[in-house]
């Protein structure tokens, strides 16, 4: 019994305690920091659904959302921007910025089946938020100007990883100054 | 190259505390000073934010948006997103109540919340801007903090016969 006692006090606990302490603050920080960048400057988003077509696909488009801009005022009308529904808090959905405050925005009330169109001039704060296809999507049209605080971040490239491997794949990147390569990647990106 | 070290490291956990101190604060709990006098019983009413009241706002009620009748709560004002604005929540989605000083009863819409500020004779809240959506809201507030004499919890309190048994 003497023996166990000793050989647990031969352990160093306050060296694990210490150690295991410094590894927990260590992934905490991590978690910290990308929550920062995730919530205030620079996150993915992936976007569903009929209402953004022809710009997002219908079944899925990973977007990248600037936060720093929305949050600075800098959106303006033809960004599209992820906004909180303002039916349902815990919804986020993307649309289209048609008209800031003070601008009249004309738009057809039931698009398809009549030519109806009304003026609504945004208030002062809010903004015109729209789908782009205007046949399948909920917006503005049906719940009125949203107040800017809504907007939590402005898309900026869709498809990221896409776009980047594009760029990358393009021979012109590694290859400046041989022009059959050029030649080459034109002929892949044309047949792509 | 000591001192250079010293300023590595300083900065580096200067850094840490930041982004810790700001995760903590955008999801569990914030302290934010209130000035102006549309909360007048609760918090003292203060032209200077020196002399306002601090008060300590919750965020995980953030995570469900889910309040109760005379909860305090904390959002931006729907015509101006750079303002914080706090004040009582009155009614919530889908309720019948019934506008003050008029006989009207209106419904609220879904996701909206009415909010007004205790002292009714002067305050801008949702008498003049209407319902506003829940989206806004960005913390409920639990605590005042300072002036030490108003350490304590924030009540929920309810002015009476204002939401409609509908």
Same mark, same amino acid.
């Given at each position: 019994m003497s023996g166990l006692a000793r050989r647990l006090g031969g352990i160093p606990w306050r060296e694990i305690a210490g150690e295991a302490f410094s590894r927990v603050f260590l992934v905490a920080q991590a978690v910290c920091a990308v929550h920062v960048v995730n919530a205030h400057v620079c996150s993915f988003a992936l976007v569903m659904g009929p209402s953004m077509l022809p710009a997002m696909n219908l079944a899925g488009d990973v977007v990248a959302v600037d936060r720093v801009s929305a949050r600075l005022g800098r959106v303006a009308s033809g960004d599209a921007v992820l906004l909180v529904s303002p039916e349902d808090p815990r919804k986020a959905v993307v649309k289209r910025v048609v008209g800031m405050e003070g601008d009249a925005v004309t738009f057809l009330v039931d698009p398809g089946n009549s030519d109806a169109s009304k003026t609504v001039v945004v208030p002062k704060g809010h903004v015109w938020v729209q789908g782009d296809n205007i046949y399948a999507s909920r917006d503005s049209r049906q719940f009125g100007p949203v107040p800017y605080?809504?907007?939590t971040g402005k898309i900026f490239c869709r498809n990221p990883g896409l776009s980047l491997y594009l760029y990358l794949s393009e021979p012109t990147f590694f290859y400046p100054f041989a022009p059959e390569f050029i030649e080459d990647g034109m002929h892949i990106l044309r047949f792509l | 190259m000591g001192t250079r070290n010293h300023l590595w490291l300083a900065a580096k956990r200067t850094l840490t505390w930041y982004l810790v101190g700001f995760t903590i604060s955008d999801r569990y709990a914030t302290v934010v000073s209130v000035t102006g006098d549309s909360m007048h019983p609760t918090f003292t009413a203060a032209s200077s934010s020196l002399r306002g009241d601090v008060v300590l706002a919750e965020r995980?009620?953030?995570?469900?948006?889910q309040f109760s009748h005379g909860d305090v709560v904390l959002f931006k004002c729907p015509s101006d997103h750079r303002e914080l604005f706090v004040k009582r929540l009155i009614a919530l989605p889908g309720e019948w109540m019934q506008l003050p000083g008029t006989p009207d009863i209106i419904k609220i819409p879904e996701g909206h919340c009415w909010v007004e500020g205790?002292? %009714? %004779?002067c305050s801008w809240d949702s008498r003049s801007f209407g319902p506003i959506p829940l989206g806004l809201i960005k913390g409920r507030v639990t605590h005042v903090i300072w002036p030490p004499s108003k350490i304590g919890r924030v009540d929920t309190k309810m002015p009476e016969n204002r939401i409609s048994p509908l």
């Open positions: 605080g809504l907007i | 995980s009620c953030l995570q469900k948006y205790d002292n %009714a %004779a």
